[in-house]
Each structure stands twice: as C-alpha cells, then as structure tokens.
T-cell receptor, first 113, second 113 residues
C-alpha cells in the first residue's frame, strides 16, 4: 500500500514571499500524485496532478510541483503568495491500477500581510 | 453546472441517534467516496462504491453504513455505534480510471452531543 507524509503541519508565510510545502510518499510501485487545496469549511479543489512525463507540473493559481522519483517527493511551490492562499493543502497518491486516493495529514498555510 | 451536492451543511444530533448525510452528483461518475476529516489527521476513507448496488469498506467503516441504489446518490448513515461521530464529512466522486482526480462536495459538519 502507498502512504503519504506531509512534513510540515503549519507553514506561516508573509504576503509576496515564496512558499514550499513538502510531500513524501512511499510505494513499491509507480504512483500518481496530486495536490489539493481546501479553504475553510469547504471541500477540496484540485491544484495539480502528476501522472507521467515532465517532472515539473504547473497548476492553478500559480502553483507548481516537482516530482522527484529518487527522493520519492512531490513538493508544492509558489513563488509569491497572496492572502487568499491561506488554506489547508493536501498531498495525495494513487496507484495506476487503483483509483482510490490516500491523503497526507495536510499542511495549513497562513499568509500574513 | 456539474458537481457534487452535500446536504445539510451543518447537522446536530443527540447521542444515540442515527443520522443520514446526503450526497448527490451529476458528473456521471461511477465511483463515489465518503471521507471523514478530523484536525491534523487528513482525510480517512469510510466507504467507497465503484458501481451501483456495490460498495466496500474503507479504513474506518465501523459505525457507518452506506447504500448505492442510484448512480447519482451515495448517502452515509452515521449510526449510534460510531463512538466519535462529531467530524467534518466529505463526499467525493470520480471516474474509474487510474490518475483521475476526485471531485469533492462542500462537506457536512456533524456535531453530536
């Protein structure tokens, strides 16, 4: 079975500063990787996904993530955050022959002016 | 607009009562899921269904029950056997293809006193 570890539970950051959210996964087979965002009292929205091909994936709202197979990582980055990026972010993984997702515990990003 | 509708948004019940959470989707997805979200624990899978009239237990199915009589609907019943039912419940749907992202509803916050 695959599992996901999000290395930071809380990330405070100033507006217009860069942010990186770390995600590591463990799996004995190749995986698909996802990042979701959750605003307060709402469901999750897909930010981006990696299935294959280029290891740098661009998503919505200026986010991007890089798949690193040797490090088994899929870290999420944004070069300049806005107050509106304050939310909880979840990394998730699935296997090619199994469409169920396993989620990390989440990282809460708080952007301050 | 296609999407997933969860109702109600907030639900209050007395201990010992069963309660049913509604989830409807018009995305024509075969697969539907129920997740429970608690602070710091990410999303944990309760039940999932790949097709009408079929469903499987997830990681924390004890104290919950589901039905899938129609493709569009996947209601979740929280029974009195669930020891800690107070939580945020998220319904999701997706196609039965590896790599397909899940689409989430806006959740139901259940409080049991």
């Amino acid at each position: 079975a695959q599992s996901v570890t999000q290395l930071d539970s809380q990330v405070p950051v100033f507006e217009e500063a860069p942010v990186e959210l770390r995600c590591n996964y463990s799996s004995s087979v190749s995986v698909y990787l996802f990042w979701y965002v959750q605003y307060p009292n709402q469901g999750l929205q897909l930010l981006l996904k990696y299935l294959s091909g280029s290891t740098l994936v661009k998503g919505i709202n200026g986010f991007e993530a890089e798949f690193n197979k040797s490090q088994t990582s899929f870290h999420l980055r944004k070069p300049s955050v806005h107050i509106s990026d304050t939310a909880e972010y979840f990394c998730a993984v699935s296997r090619p022959n199994d469409y169920k997702l396993s989620f990390g515990a989440g990282t809460t990003v708080t952007v301050r002016a | 607009d296609g999407g997933i509708t969860q109702s109600p948004k907030y639900l209050f019940r007395k201990e010992g009562q069963n309660v049913t959470l509604s989830c409807e989707q018009n995305l024509n997805h075969d697969a539907m899921y129920w997740y429970r979200q608690d602070p710091g624990q990410g999303l944990r899978l309760i039940y999932y269904s790949q097709i009408v009239n079929d469903f499987q237990k997830g990681d924390i199915a004890e104290g919950y029950s589901v039905s899938r009589e129609k493709k569009e609907s996947f209601p979740l019943t929280v029974t009195s056997a669930q020891k800690n039912p107070t939580a945020f419940y998220l319904c999701a749907s997706g196609s039965r293809q590896g790599g397909s992202p899940l689409h989430f509803g806006n959740g139901t916050r259940l409080t049991v006193t």
